[in-house]
């Protein structure tokens, strides 16, 4: 696939919520994000500067319930994108893996676009609150990512104390790590696996 047509969209339309996100791998680092959800439209744009992605997200949910469903469905969403835009799997570095501090707070994530759906999150975080931002749904969006985008991910907090820059580093190493696992690798012929299928 080539660069230009590394895209994927999505529509997302239930009756608790309704996203259309779009997603460029070859980016430059451009996010237009409003979900409706303050603080995901802050990580995203994190993950999408530190990736190198473009992403476009248009979307409204129950939040007058909670944000619950919003954050997983855009989860669910960027998953959806991400595989679209990835196709057959083929020609990818496949692995990525980033380490990132914030602060007194350092994160790592791991990834591997297996195919293989695995969220491994070891990430203590005392406050459950960020502002409106219940810090549980995190995970949340982390299992539907990795269900969605068929990624096999290990998030692991190594220490910190303030939840905003726990989640901040986390969403940073995200978009590092599978921008890195993303990129082209012209020496690979199909996707990278010696059973030759992923």
Do not use: W
């Amino acid at each position: 696939m080539t660069k230009q047509g590394r895209r994927g969209q999505v529509h997302r339309k239930t009756k608790e919520t309704d996203i259309k996100l779009a997603l460029q791998l070859d980016g430059q680092g451009d996010a237009s994000i409003q979900s409706g959800v303050s603080f995901m439209d802050h990580m995203l744009t994190l993950f999408t500067v530190h990736g190198f992605f473009d992403l476009d997200i248009e979307g409204a949910g129950d939040v007058e319930v909670d944000d619950h469903h919003t954050v997983e469905d855009l989860g669910i969403c960027l998953g959806q994108a991400l595989k679209k835009a990835l196709g057959n799997l083929s020609g990818i570095c496949r692995y990525g893996q980033s380490i990132i501090p914030m602060d007194e707070a350092l994160a790592q994530v791991v990834v591997d676009i297996s195919n293989r759906p695995y969220l491994h999150y070891e990430a203590p975080i005392k406050d459950q609150k960020v502002g409106s931002f219940d810090t549980a749904l995190a995970k949340e969006f982390l299992r539907a990512l990795s269900l969605h985008g068929g990624l096999t991910l290990h998030v692991k907090v190594m220490h910190g104390e303030n939840a905003h820059h726990i989640i901040e580093a986390v969403f940073k190493a995200l978009g590092r790590a599978i921008g890195q696992a993303v990129s082209p690798e012209p020496r690979i012929k199909g996707p990278l696996s010696s059973k030759g299928s992923l």
